[in-house]
């Protein structure tokens, strides 16, 4: 039937650059073909195909049923729009093929537009990969490694292998479950294990191999290390990956043997020399060429013959390898040569090592260079009776050479002293210029008192910075104390230390034999004792021992355990000391001052009980005591309508503290008292030990509304560059610097230099021990902004201040409030 060339053209040009092949056809006759059509057909122009009847691109055996399709199609009925049938080529071969059809309408006719495809390849390849996974999961299941099958990064098979491994009861238990799951938290290097997992089947899809570590748990809980692979892969049509592993425990174990092994050769003191049979150098270590001055390379190859120093004889040898060959194994001294031609002695051990067959494969010789300790036996001798710092006799020698001194003393009626020496402030030079800088000042104290005393006599370091000076054959006292003397002078001298000038000192205690002691143990002892009563004394002096020092020890020690039950037993008391405001004679606050009221003894001095409190760590539960107390008063004043500040002395011990802050927070909540209600007073040193540290803590208690002050300003050792950097409100200008004024012109100096430092760092001053008139008119004049002494008023009990609290000014007159 003739077919209107206009619509022939418009299917054809829509039909051109279709891939797949298409035909349009009206009333089972092809109207119009693609290229893609005439090449599935065999033809060469597809304008050949139309007017043939489309049934004749079919096998026989298809025209039946597809003309049926057709007819069926054409009355409107519902047909399955893709259907699939034999194709019969031009050349008369035949293949599968994949049909579509529709219906297309124009100029009012309607026309079927049919697409196929040749399927025969995609069926063959269907089969061979059903083939191919039926093979792939068979080696898959008996597999005798654990393998599983990861699709959206889950295992979603495994096998035999990898539940008797893991030790599951079956297969279910280990399936729709990520890697991590059967993992610690967290792998060996410390990426999270599921962060982990993911990241490798990322790579292994990205790379399509990828092979790790990764440790594994099994089901009782012990994790094992293991080696993944992981391989890319397409199941089904769905993207998968094939994951087998394997328990490599005995492999770490094996490396880690290596690495020891290796590192015993690479890193021992010893030379290490391995030969085969024939004494061929096959290989050395660091600690040969450390010893030989020989290169590895400049030996291997070669035989040990080439360090043979010929002091040796053939005699020697024959007999060495005698003994090698009989027992496997030889061992003692010989002497061999450096490259640089010098001789040393050494050490040596050879032993066999057996090949696969039982007989020896290998020769290991082991060596240490024994020169020195041959050489040097004095300075063994010596360093077992010297201190390794200064060289000085250790403790060992001193008691050996007191000793002698004593038995010589007893012999001819002579006296011997022991100066028993403790460096001051040595502890803040060693913490705060280093341990290193520390020993150059123990080293230079050494020479300094080596240069003060007598070659016969003996200067030994104990340990630490404790020094003793034994001397011997003087007729009298007053010749120790000018060496004490001279050694505390030559001491004082600054010495410079990590580019600074340092200032130390000593404190020396002296026992003379026989009077304070007959043997050497109880001499030291009071030597000892001596020099705490001089460091008690001020420091930088020395004190002979006596017998009252003794009983001082005695006293020290009852005293500790009376202080112990002072807290519980209600002798403890506090007093207040009124700080007066100059320019108007207000009271500034009050110092809170403790005092221990001892029920046999009557009133025990703050000088006498404070040092033995912070000596016994004592202070710390006595100082919360006072702040717990002072609160308690500072409630009930602040009760009665009084603004009161009560300042509170905070030892260093206390201040090293870590829970000072919260400890002092508690105590004021307890006592429904706020932070500005009180103020902390430190020293100097208190602060200085460890300037970063005291800022961190200063800063705490300013943020619970603290104020701070630093006392006895002027008498320590502050560095100003921490001073502006710490978080105080107030100085205290030390009472030794009051006492003199106005007629001290130094002190007056030094005063006006802390006002005017005051003023430039934004600081109260609070000057202490005022009590005169002609004080307080200087302080005045000079700018200081508050006072504090017996001029206004000695500390008084809390009961006679009570009166006072309210008063709105202090008269300038002595001890009248």
Known sequence: MPVPMDVRQTIKALFDNAVDAVCAHRDGVVVAANPAYARLFGYDVADDMAGHPIIETLAPEEHSRVGEIIRRRAAGADVAPVYTAKGL????????????????????????????????????SKRRLTESEERFRNLFMMSPDPTWIIQDNRFVECNQAAVNILGYPDADS?????????????????????????????????????????????????????????????????????????????????????????????????????????????SVNPAFTRITGYAGCEVIGKTPAVLKSHRQDRNFYRAMWDDLLKKGEWRGELWNRRKDGEAYLEWLTISAVAGPDGKPSRYVAVFSDVTELRRKDDQIRHQAYHDALTGLPNRFLLADRLDHA?????????????????????????????????????????????????????????????????????????????????IIAALARPLRLAGKAVHSGTSIGIAVFPQDGEDAATLLKNADTAMYQAKAGGRRCFRFFDRSMNEHAVRRLELEAQLRQAIDSNQLELHYQPKVLVETGGLAGLEALLRWNHPEQGRIPPMEFIPLAEETGLIIPLSYWVIEEACRKLAKWRKGGADVKVAINLSARQFHDEKLPQRIEAILQRNKVPGSALEIELTEGAVMDDPGRAIVILQRLRALGLR????????????????????????????????????????????????????ALNLDVVAEGVETA????????????????????????????????????????????
């Open 708 to 759: 701070v002050s630093v006392d006895d300003f002027g008498t320590g050792y502050s560095s100003l560059a921490y001073l502006k950097r710490f978080p105080i409100n107030a100085v205290k200008i030390d009472r030794s610097f009051v006492m003199d004024l106005p007629g001290d012109a130094e002190d007056a100096a030094i005063v006006r230099a802390i006002l005017d430092l005051a003023r």
């Open 174 to 282: 280990l399936k729709n479950v990520h890697p991590s799951e059967l993992s610690p938290d967290a792998q060996p290097d410390g990426e999270s294990s599921f962060a982990k997992a993911e990241r490798m089947m990322g790579l292994a899809m990205a790379n399509g191999l990828h092979r790790f570590e990764w440790a594994h748990r099994r089901h009782d809980g012990s994790v094992f290390p293991a080696e993944v692979t992981l391989s890319a892969t397409l199941l089904q049509g769905r993207p998968s990956i094939y994951c087998t592993w394997r328990d490599i425990t005995e492999r770490h174990q094996a490396e880690a043997q290596m690495r020891l092994a290796a590192g015993v050769f690479d890193s021992t003191h010893e030379g290490i020399v391995v030969t085969d049979t024939n004494g061929i150098i096959l």
């Open 406 to 486: 004593l038995e010589v003393s007893r012999r001819v009626q002579t006296q011997v002293a022991v100066l028993f020496l403790d460096l001051d402030r040595f502890k803040v030079i060693n913490d705060s210029l280093g341990h290193h800088e520390g020993d150059k000042l123990l080293v230079e104290v050494a020479r300094r008192v080596g240069q003060t005393v007598r070659r016969s006599d003996t200067v030994s370091r104990l340990g630490g910075d404790e020094f003793v000076v034994v001397l011997s054959s003087f007729s009298d006292t007053t010749e120790v104390a000018l060496v004490a003397e001279k």
């Open 89 to 124: 080529r031009r050349d008369g071969s035949r293949f599968d093929l994949e049909i579509g059809a529709s219906v297309f309408q124009m100029d009012g006719e309607s026309y079927f537009i049919a697409v196929l495809r040749d399927v025969s390849e995609a069926e063959d």
């Open 774 to 817: 002609e004080q307080l008119d200087f302080l005045a004049q000079a700018g200081c902004g508050q006072v504090q002494g017996y001029y206004f008023s000695p500390p008084r009990p809390a009961a006679e201040l009570d009166a006072w609290i309210s008063k709105a000014s202090w008269a300038y007159s002595p001890n009248r409030p």
